[in-house]
T-cell receptor
Framework: EDQVTQSPEALRLQEGESSSLNCSYT??????LFWYRQDPGKGPEFLFT???AGEEKEKERLKATLTKKESFLHITAPKPEDSATYLC?????????????FGKGTKLSVKP | NAGVTQTPKFQVLKTGQSMTLQCAQD?????MYWYRQDPGMGLRLIYY???????DKGEVPNGYNVSRLNKREFSLRLESAAPSQTSVYFC???????????FGQGTRLTVV
């Protein structure tokens, strides 16, 4: 069964304090791993797709990396506007009918 | 460019009432999805439609029905609402396999 586990559930940072969010996954053949950002009262907003181990992608203060078992979302020198819930999802070739399976998310709070 | 549009944004139902949640996308995508999001549970797939004229069950289909009216529209119906269906419902549409999914703004449903 395809599964996604995100940690920690919540993370509080001071502005400028870098950290990482973890996404551990099990999937029957990885088609893609996705990171989304969700602000309160809104739908998830796409950030990155990673397809194979060793791949990295960056966008402003965010950098996503991928291994065969987990992905990290590194946040460098975060700002208060980075506060949001970050969702990780996987899509496999076989299980779960090839649909997106989401983790429960990490709620990030960045204090000025 | 609206992307994915959901209506209504908020709804309160009494137990046993029925209603239909509407979703429309203007991106000419084949696939459309309905998710529910509950605190501590993450996003869970209710139903999906891989193409016009096809629908399939997801992880939590009980108590729901769907209709893929045409390529643009995918509706979710609750025939007899129950308090357990209190949730935030999201419609999503990916560009294709292993590509980013675009989400609507959500429908916040309360069943009393």
């Amino acid at each position: 069964e395809d599964q996604v586990t995100q940690s920690p559930e919540a993370l509080r940072l001071q502005e400028g304090e870098s950290s990482s969010l973890n996404c551990s996954y099990t999937v029957s053949g990885l088609r893609g791993l996705f990171w989304y950002r969700q602000d309160p009262g809104k739908g998830p907003e796409f950030l990155f797709t990673l397809y194979s181990a060793g791949e990295e992608k960056e966008k402003e203060r965010l950098k996503a990396t991928l291994t065969k078992k987990e992905s990290f979302l590194h946040i460098t020198a975060p700002k208060p506007e980075d506060s949001a819930t970050y969702l990780c999802a996987v899509q496999g070739y076989g299980g779960s009918q090839g649909n997106l399976i989401f983790g429960k998310g990490t709620k990030l709070s960045v204090k000025p | 460019n609206a992307g994915v549009t959901q209506t209504p944004k908020f709804q309160v139902l009494k137990t046993g009432q029925s209603m239909t949640l509407q979703c429309a996308q203007d991106m000419n995508h084949n696939s459309m999805y309905w998710y529910r999001q509950d605190p501590g549970m993450g996003l869970r797939l209710i139903y999906y439609s891989a193409s016009e004229g096809t629908t399939d069950k997801g992880e939590v289909p009980n108590g729901y029905n769907v209709s893929r009216l045409n390529k643009r529209e995918f509706s979710l119906r609750l025939e007899s609402a129950a308090p357990s269906q209190t949730s935030v419902y999201f419609c999503a549409s990916p560009q294709g396999r292993a590509t980013e999914a675009f989400f609507g703004q959500g429908t916040r449903l309360t069943v009393v």
